[in-house]
């Protein structure tokens, strides 16, 4: 079951100097207490993460600044990073990110906010795609990649549709 401490543990194991592999599992369990816990409603764009939630405002809060915290991280090492593939890979991690925080925000009624999230997903998705492209190796990640950027391009017409656009 989640707690909000899962997602806190994560980040104190970043801050602790653990790396992204810890932060990364303890997500995964926050990932799926999520998902089980979740109404299968919803299901077209995936925003069940915070469905269990209801109107409790304050958990919906705590967990969506606990996924912007771990957004803000990420953020951090894509500018840092040098190497064009890495940089790549990181890029199309935090588009991932940004894609559920967006998500959130959606489901909690901010489709404007969720709308830049998304297209700043998109930009991220386009340059990993244009570097991969150059690469035959690279073809398995191609394809992830190219399957990532359709996930967000749905929510973000949806998220259009939402606002009148």
């Known amino acids: 079951f989640f707690r909000p401490s899962t997602?806190?543990?994560a980040v104190a194991s970043?801050?602790?100097g653990r790396g992204l592999?810890?932060?990364?599992?303890?997500?995964d369990?926050?990932?799926?207490?999520?998902?089980?816990?979740?109404?299968p409603s919803n299901r077209?764009?995936?925003?069940?993460?915070?469905?269990?939630?209801?109107l409790d405002v304050g958990r919906a809060a705590t967990g969506l600044a606990y996924l912007q915290e771990t957004l803000d991280v990420q953020q951090k090492e894509y500018e840092a990073e040098t190497l064009p593939f890495r940089k790549s890979a990181i890029g199309?991690?935090?588009?991932?990110?940004?894609?559920?925080?967006?998500?959130?925000?959606h489901q909690?009624?901010?489709a404007e906010t969720a709308i830049g999230q998304y297209q700043n997903a998109l930009q991220l998705l386009s340059e990993a795609i244009d570097f991969r492209e150059k690469d035959a190796k690279l073809t398995k990640a191609l394809i992830h990649t190219r399957f990532v950027?359709?996930?967000?391009?749905?929510?973000?017409?949806v998220a259009y549709f939402d606002v009148g656009q």
Not at 21 to 27: G, P, S, T, V
Not at 29 to 39: E, M, S, W
Not at 44 to 54: R, S
Request: net charge positive.
């Open 149 to 157: 950027k359709s996930e967000v391009c749905s929510s973000l017409g």
């Open 7 to 9: 997602a806190a543990m």
């Open 108 to 110: 909690l009624g901010d």
């Open 21 to 27: 592999r810890a932060i990364a599992w303890h997500l």
């Open 29 to 39: 369990v926050a990932r799926r207490a999520f998902a089980a816990a979740a109404n």
């Open 92 to 105: 199309v991690s935090l588009a991932k990110s940004l894609h559920e925080v967006g998500r959130q925000n």
């Open 44 to 54: 077209y764009i995936n925003l069940g993460k915070f469905e269990t939630m209801g």
């Open 14 to 16: 970043l801050r602790a």
